[in-house]
C-alpha cells in the first residue's frame, strides 16, 4: 500500500508534486499534525516512521467515539496506524476542507515532501488529467487503509 499513490501518477504529476513541495525534516516525538486542527499542506512520507493516533478529547469523532465504546480501559488515546515511505497524510483535508481526524506524530526522524493544499486543490481543478490520475490513486489507497482497519478490527475481536 506504501507506493500506491505514487504507483498511479505519471512522470509529469510526480514532477509537478516534487516542484511544489518542500521536504521536511521532521525529528522523532514530534507532532506533524494535531486532531482537531486545520492543515494547509498533504504530506508524502519520503523517509521514516510515523504514528496515528485518535484521541478520546475529541468528542466529535466517531472513531474516537467507538474506540472508547470498545474499550473497557482508561486509554484516551490509541495508535489506528502506522505509516512509512509512500504514504500520504492529510488527504481529509484535502478533500473535505474538515480538520484532522487524528493526530501523527514521528516514532523517529523522519522526511516528508509537504505540499500547499491550495495549490493542490487549483492543480486538480485546472488539470484534469492530473485529477484524475490523483483521485484514482487516492481512491485505491483508501480502500487499502479501509480493507487494513477492517481486518486489524476482526483480529482483535
Avoid: C
Avoid at 473535505?96 to 526522524?109: D, F, N
Amino acid at each position: 500500500m506504501a507506493r500506491v499513490l505514487l504507483r498511479g501518477l505519471n512522470r509529469s504529476d510526480i514532477d509537478w508534486l516534487i516542484e511544489m513541495g518542500q521536504q521536511e525534516v521532521v525529528a522523532a516525538g514530534t507532532i506533524l499534525i494535531q486532531q482537531g486542527k486545520f492543515i494547509d499542506q498533504l504530506y508524502i512520507v519520503l523517509d521514516g516512521i510515523l504514528t496515528v493516533t485518535v484521541s478520546q478529547a475529541e468528542r466529535n469523532d466517531p472513531l474516537a467515539l467507538a474506540l472508547s465504546a470498545l474499550e473497557d480501559n482508561e486509554t484516551t488515546e490509541w495508535e489506528v496506524a502506522r505509516l512509512s515511505n509512500g504514504e500520504i497524510i492529510g488527504e481529509r483535508s484535502l478533500l473535505e476542507t474538515a480538520p484532522a481526524s487524528a493526530s501523527v506524530k514521528a516514532l523517529r526522524k523522519s522526511l516528508v515532501l509537504a505540499i500547499p493544499r491550495q495549490q493542490l486543490a487549483i492543480k486538480l481543478q485546472r488539470d484534469m488529467k492530473f485529477a484524475v490520475h490523483f483521485y484514482r490513486a487516492m481512491a485505491i489507497l483508501l480502500s487499502n487503509r479501509l480493507q487494513g482497519t477492517v481486518n486489524q478490527t476482526i483480529q482483535s475481536l
